[in-house]
């Protein structure tokens, strides 16, 4: 069953704060962020262990709360960069593989 | 150190002919992973194989479709007698355990 994003889509303007939330029915091993720009391929942001870490990474950074299986991005004076569409993966038992959520559009504007 | 090589980055086949993708990982990466993606969509998982092992095949429709890894060369993720449906673009990406997974650029597939 795959992870739910919310919100699907967000417009910002630039220098704005976005939150991106995700969240499983199943007990999570760890979560993977991506962003993925139009025709492209998504590009790996962060990885999220068990254990309620928080992790950064410049403006963008993300947390993992174990106990309600749920990770948000938090993305800080955004910038035009940031457009994108933000997918969580996230692996749960002994599964390896990542299951994806359907995706967050993020669009920043000038 | 490439990344994750992913080849033919487009692929146009006739209705009832086989599509053959290829996926070269990163050095030192033994994990690969199919996706498929439809416009506008997320990605659905596919197949997880490692060297010469299908690990995880649930997300693989379970006629024309197949995939290998062998000890040489690049994954092949190959769809026999394609439909229009069949029409997505498949990435791969590889990790070299369970960590991130890094993705290749893609293979977009339109079924005429």
């Known amino acids: 069953q795959q992870p739910v994003q919310s919100p699907q889509a967000v417009i910002l303007r630039e220098g704005e704060d976005a939150v991106i939330n995700c969240s499983s029915s199943?007990?999570?091993?760890?979560v993977h962020w991506y962003r993925q720009k139009h025709g492209e391929a998504p590009v790996f942001l962060m990885i999220l262990l068990k254990g309620g870490e928080q992790k950064g990474h410049e403006k963008i950074s993300a947390s993992f709360n174990e106990k309600k299986q749920q990770s948000s991005l938090y993305l800080t004076a955004s910038q035009l960069s940031y457009s994108g569409t933000y997918f969580c993966?996230?692996?749960?038992?002994?599964?390896?593989?990542?299951?994806f959520g359907s995706g967050t559009q993020l669009t920043v504007l000038p | 150190n490439a990344g994750v090589m992913q080849n033919p980055r487009h692929l146009v086949r006739r209705r009832g002919q086989e599509a053959r993708l290829r996926c070269s990982p990163m050095?030192?990466?033994?994990?690969v992973y199919w996706y498929r993606q439809l416009p506008e969509e997320g990605l659905k998982f596919m197949v997880y194989l490692q060297k010469e092992n299908i690990i995880d095949e649930s997300g693989m429709p379970k006629e024309r479709f197949s995939a290998e890894f062998p000890k040489e060369g690049p994954s092949i993720l190959r769809i026999q007698q394609v439909v229009r449906g069949d029409s997505a673009a498949y990435f791969c990406?590889?990790?070299?355990?369970?960590?991130?997974?890094?993705f290749g650029q893609g293979t977009r597939l339109t079924v005429v």
């Open positions: 199943k007990a999570l091993y760890s």
């Open positions: 050095k030192g990466h033994s994990h």
């Open positions: 993966g996230t692996e749960s038992g002994s599964a390896r593989q990542l299951t």
């Open positions: 990406a590889s990790s070299p355990s369970s960590s991130e997974a890094f």
